[in-house]
């Protein structure tokens, strides 16, 4: 439940997360886009019109009538109205002389021209984007009464008529809506697969850390179960070593004498020390040291290596190469680090590690 509660969190994060990025891209992004339509629109219409404007200029050169050449470019113009962008022509007096809608002809040029005049006032290209929004707004009923406006004029030298270059508003504004809702589409698509792949690897990798997890527990709770196992059978040896130590003690008693002590130093005084009263042997500075039971400390001239050879291995266990220790002065045995034990000496202030290699040796030396 928990999992699927943060799941559904992380959900709505990247929701509204996406939502804020785009709201504050997508108006950007579409303006800047619409702005490049309409630069390379124009651009086009102005060459266009400088085009037509040297050709009739050429054709005025070369002694054609002045009704010839406009019979001949009213044909060329004919119904090229209905794109974004066409051409038409009028004289100095302002009277249309062709015009691709047949029925414009002799009529006035309309005066009211908002897009030439924001280009004549050097505004950018962002202005003429407001012009046809604002255009649009006060239009919204019925775009189709949005009247094309000239955007260029071009001189014919020889001549007194100009060349206009139109842009088709309501040709124009439809494409800069279904520009908008193209980009709005893109955006709610992307923003849909984004979200759903975004939860989707969200979900995958917190599965796989939710696994490598489980894992983790389920090692230690082995190791966990293992070492209390090592603990208890300890507990169990220990037990069994101290119900058979004195019958066995008598054996060896009779059997060899000399096995039951161990010949030690304190100072320059000889004491020995019964095999069942050492608790640990441990080396520090080349010096071997014997440590009872009851806390006394005193040394011996042999090395681990001599003293391991001949102490009782069922009682004995060298842990590695500082300490040999008894196994009834075990307190307690935990995990440390990577598979290393760590001894708890009773009655003593000394940790003894077992190295990875050594700790199978010392279960086995525990009869587990």
Known sequence: MRKDKLYFLTFISISIIFLIIASLGIGYVTKISINQLLEVQLEASKREADAIAKLLNYEFKSGLDKKSITDNIQSTLANTHTGSAFISIFDWSGKVVSHPDITKIKQEVNPNQEVLNTLKDGRNINELYNLLMRLKNEKENDISKIESEIVYTATVNESDLIVAAHVNLNAVINQVVKLKRRFYTIFILMGVLIIVMSSFAVRMIGSYYEKQLEQKNSTLENELINLSKLNADLVTYQQKIEQHQPKEAKQEALA?????????????????????????????????????????????????????????????????????????????????????????????????????????????????
């Open 256 to 368: 060899d004498p000399s096995k039951k002590r161990l010949l030690t130093h304190v100072r320059n005084e000889l004491v020995p020390i019964n095999m069942n009263e050492i608790a640990y042997i441990h080396t520090e500075n080349t010096i071997t040291y014997v440590i009872s039971f009851s806390g006394k400390r005193s040394t011996t001239n042999l090395s681990l290596d001599d003293l391991i050879s001949s102490l009782d291995h069922s009682l004995f266990f060298r842990a590695n190469r500082q300490f040999i220790i008894s196994i009834t002065s075990i307190h307690k045995i935990i995990k440390y680090g990577n598979s290393q034990l760590k001894i708890l000496v009773r009655d003593a202030d000394v940790e003894i590690i077992i190295s990875k290699n050594k700790a199978a040796e010392f279960k086995q030396w525990l009869n587990i």
